[in-house]
């Protein structure tokens, strides 16, 4: 299979293509919508190195035993083309127009007002963080930006007094970008083995199978 290695951002329907597929192969331990995916695939490419592909994409499902056992081929390789490029943006985007960048958090509406919801991103960057070797402790300069986001997972905790930004979760969701560019620059100068803009899937479609069934990766999660 080869992967176009675009970086534009995806559009409304293949967003719409993500979500589909999120939620056909959902299970308790898996990202559950795109914006989670926005904000898992953000971590992914902001951490302290690079992370290959088996160790993102099992987590993405949550564990080896809850890789999606395919319909067929094409469905896959449609699916797994719009994760690189989402990625592929997420990066570009961070890197080189940082003052640009955007999380897709979801919308809800009450009483007639549109309100950003943000959990579901701030899930997804911390979970992001635990792929491969997870991220080291931070410096305290740093952390500030990372409580911005732990602030919308543990809320309760941090609202009781343990909230080292001193504001309100509802001002702290304007500051998630410009927290989520920071660590990433953190981490880009610090980084043991810079992670390219552009990435290609380390499993092909002859080698065993990331899920650990010692099966060829064609004749078992991509079938």
Same mark, same amino acid.
């Given at each position: ?13 293949? @967003?719409? =293509?993500? /979500? &589909?597929?999120?939620?056909? %192969?959902?299970?308790?331990? #898996? *990202?559950? !919508? ?80 549109? @309100?950003? =919801?943000? /959990? &579901?991103?701030?899930?997804? %960057?911390?979970?992001?963080? #635990? *792929?491969? !070797? ?90």
């Amino acid at each position: 299979m080869s992967i176009p290695l675009s970086s534009e951002p995806l559009s409304e329907d293949q @967003l719409n =293509v993500l /979500e &589909d597929v999120l939620e056909k %192969y959902r299970t308790e331990a #898996s *990202v559950l !919508n795109v914006s989670e995916l926005d904000g898992f695939f953000t971590a992914v490419v902001s951490g302290p190195a690079a992370v290959g592909f088996d160790d993102w994409y099992t987590m993405l499902w949550g564990a080896p035993e809850y890789l999606p056992v395919w319909n067929d081929e094409q469905e896959f390789e449609q699916f797994f083309t719009l994760l690189i490029q989402h990625m592929n943006n997420i990066a570009t985007m961070l890197t080189e127009y940082p003052e640009d960048f955007e999380p897709l958090f979801n919308e809800v509406e009450v009483d007639g007002e549109m @309100l950003l =919801v943000v /959990e &579901d991103w701030c899930f997804g %960057y911390m979970r992001g963080m #635990s *792929v491969g !070797n997870g991220w080291p402790v931070l410096p305290e300069d740093q952390q500030q930006y990372l409580s911005a986001i732990i602030l919308h997972t543990e809320e309760d905790d941090l609202l009781e007094g343990d909230n080292p930004l001193q504001i309100d979760a509802m001002e702290v969701v304007g500051f998630i970008p410009a927290a989520a560019v920071q660590l990433q620059q953190y981490w880009l100068g610090h980084r043991v083995e810079f992670l390219p803009r552009r990435v290609e899937p380390k499993t092909g479609r002859n080698d065993p199978c990331p899920c650990g069934s010692g099966k060829k990766f064609k004749q078992c999660c991509l079938h």
